[in-house]
């Protein structure tokens, strides 16, 4: 079955350390996406990527970084400059422009990021 | 910027209660309308959506929403909640030709038996 995969679901972290969380899909989608969802603020844009080589910040970009190498991958790197990290992390893709379902995402189970 | 407001953030309901879920965007060109779920322990998924023609568009599960372009608003509906229907519902708007979607902050809907 096509889908989204992210990795790991549960994630502790000690204060100043990097981690980062996976996303995989195997959809043939163009463009990715990374979402925080805290409590009470619904989900808020990280980064997104539309093609492979290229990605641009969202609204909350600061103390995050990510990487599109491949098309199918767009890990996302929760940095120790991420002043309060303790979260959600929803990753989406949906298909280029153009194409069917074409603004339409697909997300994943999401990573619970806790820092200790 | 476009942006999405939820007015209600938790909604109790009992079961055969009618539903209906304010989202107001704000952003004065075309939009793309969206209702998201987010079932207890499940993935974000689809409810419905608005691209073009008739604002009244239905979605899974007997759900329903209208697009009033006046009122800058796409609120959600349905006629008789289930238990089943417990879950955090999302409107999301995609502005223009912007490839980003941007999120309210989230419904809590309870459902009573």
């Known amino acids: 079955d096509g889908g989204i995969t992210q990795s790991p679901k549960y994630l502790f972290r000690k204060e100043g350390q990097n981690v980062t969380l996976s996303c995989e899909q195997n959809l043939n989608h163009d463009a990715m996406y990374w979402y925080r969802q805290d409590p009470g603020q619904g989900l808020r844009l990280i980064y997104y990527s539309q093609i492979v080589n290229d990605f641009q910040k969202g609204d909350i970009a600061e103390g995050y970084s990510v990487s599109r190498e491949k098309k199918e991958s767009f890990p996302l790197t929760v940095t120790s400059a991420q002043k309060n990290p303790t979260a959600f992390y929803l990753c989406?893709?949906?298909?280029?422009?153009?194409?069917?379902?074409?603004?339409?995402?697909?997300f994943g189970a999401g990573s619970r990021l806790t820092v200790l | 910027a476009q942006s999405v407001s939820q007015h209600n953030h938790h909604v109790i309901l009992s079961e055969a209660a009618s539903l209906e879920l304010g989202c107001n965007y704000s952003y004065g060109g075309t939009v793309n309308l969206f209702w998201y779920v987010q079932y207890p322990g499940q993935h974000l998924q689809l409810l419905l959506k608005?691209?073009?023609?008739?604002?009244l568009v239905k979605g899974i599960k007997g759900f329903e929403a209208e697009f009033i372009k006046s009122k800058f608003s796409f609120n959600l509906r349905k006629p008789s909640v289930q238990w089943s229907d417990t879950a955090e519902y999302f409107c999301?708007?995609?502005?223009?030709?912007?490839?980003?979607?941007?999120f309210g902050t989230g419904t809590r809907l309870q459902v009573t038996l």
């Open positions: 999301a708007v995609n502005a223009g030709t912007a490839s980003k979607l941007t």
């Open positions: 608005y691209f073009s023609g008739d604002p």
């Open positions: 989406a893709s949906k298909p280029g422009t153009g194409r069917s379902g074409a603004n339409v995402l697909t």
